[in-house]
């Protein structure tokens, strides 16, 4: 597509329950990455997948979260038993190579309530 | 670590005002430098960037420089437009992983016609 896709744009969650956020990058983009956004905060690095390898998943907060991009394209961030401080912005952003100028989706807005 | 310093905001200003938006910045390294920019309901976009010291970034009538000797990347334009009402967020690359972007908390511009 024309740009970076996320579904949903908006979830609200119960506390514990489980959700999972979708990101349709950019068509061939190899490289793909997600970034958690706090209110008033800059968005802060998750994880990145180059193709199918998650090749870094250093920023992922706990092992509550997951992420994963089984064929290389579309990619789903995974979070178990959510809890209030999971509440953000969560952004997806793919590029043809690594390094920079990435383009970022919209975003979905998770709230725990 | 990688960190980076931005401007507070709210910044709000006349339509042709001169707009200067600091960022300081600590890495361990040559970061490249970036600015990017969230329009009201749309994604992060790339604004500019410099990639070594004394770069010139520009784009839209915006400029940056890359200031290795006070480790500062302040953006600056001339003659602000209505249309340059947005988030702006000044971010670096960590050295080791250029992947990997820290980004400012965001500094919120309103330009009044």
């Known amino acids: 597509g024309a740009g970076v896709s996320q579904s949903p744009r908006y979830k609200v969650a119960k506390r514990g329950q489980d959700v999972a956020l979708r990101c349709d990058p950019i068509?061939?983009?190899?490289?793909l990455f997600w970034y958690q956004q706090a209110l008033g905060q800059g968005p802060e690095f998750l994880t990145y997948?180059?193709?199918?390898?998650?090749?870094?998943k250093s920023g992922l907060p706990s092992d509550r979260f997951f992420a994963e991009r089984p064929e290389g394209s579309v990619s789903t961030l995974k979070i178990q038993r959510t809890q209030q401080e999971d509440s953000a912005v969560y952004l997806c952003?793919?590029?043809?190579?690594?390094?920079?100028?990435?383009?970022f989706g919209s975003g979905t807005r998770l709230t725990v309530v | 670590g990688n960190s980076v310093t931005q401007m507070e905001g709210p910044v709000t200003l006349s339509e042709e005002a001169f707009l200067t938006i600091n960022c300081t910045y600590t890495?361990?390294?040559?970061?490249?430098l970036f600015w990017y920019v969230q329009y009201p309901g749309e994604g992060l976009q790339l604004l500019l960037k410099?990639?070594?010291?004394?770069d010139k970034g520009s784009n839209k009538g915006f400029e940056a420089t890359y200031r290795k000797e006070t480790t500062s990347f302040h953006l600056e334009k001339g003659s602000v437009q209505v249309s340059d009402s947005a988030v702006y967020f000044c971010?670096?690359?960590?050295?080791?992983?250029?992947?990997?972007?820290?980004f400012g908390a965001g500094t919120t511009v309103t330009v009044r016609a």
């Open positions: 952003a793919s590029s043809l190579s690594a390094a920079g100028g990435y383009t």
């Open positions: 068509s061939g983009h190899v490289s």
């Open positions: 971010a670096l690359s960590d050295p080791r992983n250029d992947y990997k972007l820290s």
């Open positions: 890495a361990t390294g040559y970061p490249s």
């Open positions: 410099a990639t070594k010291a004394d």
């Open positions: 997948f180059q193709n199918e390898a998650q090749l870094d």
